[in-house]
């Protein structure tokens, strides 16, 4: 293949990992607003939305494979193509955990929600999510240092939701109505592995930012 005709391919790759993350966020998007508002309705159609993410995924992934496989790349080609390959993996494990947000939406009586508000934490990771890929797209090294830094603040969110969590759960154990005692459990677990799942979403922006990273200077400082 000429120079001219595999960088084509290169770039078309970078467009394809873009294009997959903004379907991603638009799935992350909707499960957060599920999660908000009690929407079963949009909660379902993240769910069934996952085929998409998947579908788009294997594409690009068999891109990647192909490019590697007929075109033998090296150097700084070789890295792009390698650090796209891993990005796409993390990008469908965040449309995995937007589908999370989906069942954990339609599985929470609105009657029953404990007291503490994750969906502002969750927006926050969405917006770390798309500066990453931003970083990505510009191959913007300085970006990516920042995608790192931010992510701490979300992991420190995170730890102070859970021991919200886990005050509001201790406090109405002591109130007057034994009877929730179970259904309360159910929710309180299921606000953790919430809490937890957003904290995952920001982990996969830093290691976009960590893969973007590799591919423009060699650099596996960000890498877990």
Wanted: aromatic content about 6%; charged content about 35%; glycine content about 6%.
């Amino acid at each position: 293949m000429p120079r001219e005709e595999f960088q084509q391919s290169l770039d078309d790759l970078r467009a394809g990992v873009t294009e997959m993350g903004d379907l991603v966020l638009g799935r992350l998007d909707d499960g957060l607003d599920a999660l908000e508002r009690g929407d079963d309705d949009l909660a379902r159609a993240v769910i069934d939305g996952d085929d998409d993410v998947n579908d788009r995924y294997l594409q690009l992934e068999g891109e990647c494979i192909d490019l590697f496989a007929l075109q033998q790349p090296v150097a700084g080609d070789l890295r792009f193509v390698a650090a796209s390959f891993k990005i796409l993996t993390d990008l469908e494990r965040v449309g995995d955990l937007a589908t999370n947000f989906g069942r954990y939406a339609l599985a929470t009586d609105d009657a029953r929600r404990v007291d503490v508000d994750v969906v502002d934490v969750g927006r926050d990771a969405r917006a770390l999510v798309a500066d990453a890929l931003a970083a990505y797209a510009a191959e913007d090294v300085d970006a990516c240092y920042e995608v790192a830094e931010r992510d701490d603040e979300i992991d420190a969110l995170c730890q102070a939701a859970s021991e919200r969590v886990v005050r509001d759960l201790i406090e109405r154990e002591a109130g007057d109505d034994p009877w929730q005692t179970e259904a309360l459990m159910d929710d309180v677990s299921r606000l953790l592995l919430t809490i937890r799942d957003v904290e995952r979403v920001g982990d996969h922006a830093v290691n976009v930012a960590a893969r973007t990273l590799y591919a423009v200077e060699s650099d596996p400082e960000l890498v877990y």
